[in-house]
């Protein structure tokens, strides 16, 4: 999620019921601390305890170093990225490349513990491919470790996004270990949290791509967790003033040239599929300055109106409320009192 989960899309997520959010992946080599990027990803004013930063890197003594120097600078958890497929990761040995060299996993996550006097954490895939699963075996040298928690995306690091999760073996993880588990990948609805978290029995549940564009999902999830109910989709109204409080936050984050730029894809994620927001993409991305880029919204959002009091997605269909009585297993998820992701809808 880097380029996505920055500060101001971080706290919004807070906002609408994120127990947790991760930041942006930070290199552990030092020679790239100093850079605005780097920069503007240790940002974390005004943002809500507990501020957990994550690390990506292959040198054990690298990635102490790196956790030294974001605990100093106010992180309160340490979180080792091994679960990113993206090349440019990998081929820099860092990343889900980690999972095929299981000593080197060993020595890192040994040094970045005794590092630090703050939880550390670790993010998985299920292996390097799927003839070669060994999150079981990561998972319990990250146990023997001291890792405090292990969050498994349910794919392999060849499969990157595509094809289906396999949550049987975050289940299996989740069966081999006593450290909190939290399980990722596709949970993109409230039905589809409820499955997962009563398929897997993790102890709480990471959201990434499914909150671009729809940040309220957490509220929706922690809802249906507790009641059983859905909650409708937000008012008009309602996602424009978050939508416009967003990018408030956003440009001042960024400034305007590449706050302009940056929100680009936001707007496309917020508008993608509504009814009513035909062509509106094409706006947002012809807008030079935050004024017109805003105003492009609020024309949006005007259109959107038109349709009703709430957003509509296209090919929505009628649905019989969900009434399933899961309270129960969302108490028991929640029980991890001692740690701030028992039982809670976190953002990657």
């Known amino acids: 999620m880097a380029g996505v989960t920055d500060r101001p899309f971080r706290q919004l997520c807070r906002k609408l019921g994120a127990g947790y959010a991760v930041s942006e992946m930070i290199a552990s080599d030092p020679r790239l601390w100093g850079t605005q990027k780097s920069r503007r990803r240790r940002d974390h004013a005004g943002e809500p305890a507990p501020v957990a930063v994550q690390i990506a890197g292959a040198d054990p003594a690298m990635m102490a170093e790196a956790a030294r120097f974001n605990v100093a600078q106010g992180a309160a958890i340490i979180d080792i990225n091994m679960g990113c497929p993206a090349k440019k990761v990998c081929n820099a ?24 006097d703050v939880p550390v954490t670790l993010k998985i895939r299920t292996g390097p491919s799927l003839l070669r699963r060994n999150a079981v075996r990561i998972a319990r040298i990250a146990e023997d470790a001291g890792i405090a928690a292990l969050t498994v995306h349910g794919r392999s690091r060849a499969c990157l996004f595509a094809g289906p999760v396999d949550y049987s073996a975050i289940a299996e993880v989740k069966a081999s270990v006593t450290i909190p588990v939290i399980a990722n990948g596709d949970i993109d609805s409230p039905h589809k949290a409820r499955d997962v978290l009563l398929g897997t029995a993790a102890d709480a549940l990471m959201i990434g791509r499914a909150a671009q564009g729809r940040p309220w999902i957490f509220r929706e999830i922690a809802h249906f967790l507790a009641t059983g109910e859905r909650l409708p989709p937000p008012t008009v109204e309602e996602a424009r003033a978050l939508i416009l409080e967003h990018l408030d936050d956003h440009y001042a984050f960024h400034g305007e040239e590449a706050g302009v730029r940056i929100a680009r894809k936001h707007l496309g994620w917020y508008t993608r ?40 997605a296209a090919g929505d269909a009628p649905r019989a409320d969900a009434r399933t009585c899961v309270a129960p297993f969302a108490m028991q998820a929640r029980q991890q009192a001692a740690t701030p992701w028992g039982g809670e809808a976190l953002a990657a």
């Open 273 to 312: 599929d509504l009814v009513g927001a035909e062509g509106a993409r094409a706006e947002f991305n012809a807008a030079e300055t935050t004024a017109t880029q805003i105003a492009a919204v609020r024309r949006c959002f005007d259109r959107l109106a038109l349709f009703g009091e709430r957003l509509v």
């Open 93 to 116: 040995a860092a990343g889900s490349a980690l999972l095929s060299d299981e000593p080197l996993v060993a020595r890192i996550l040994a040094a970045v513990v005794a590092a630090v």
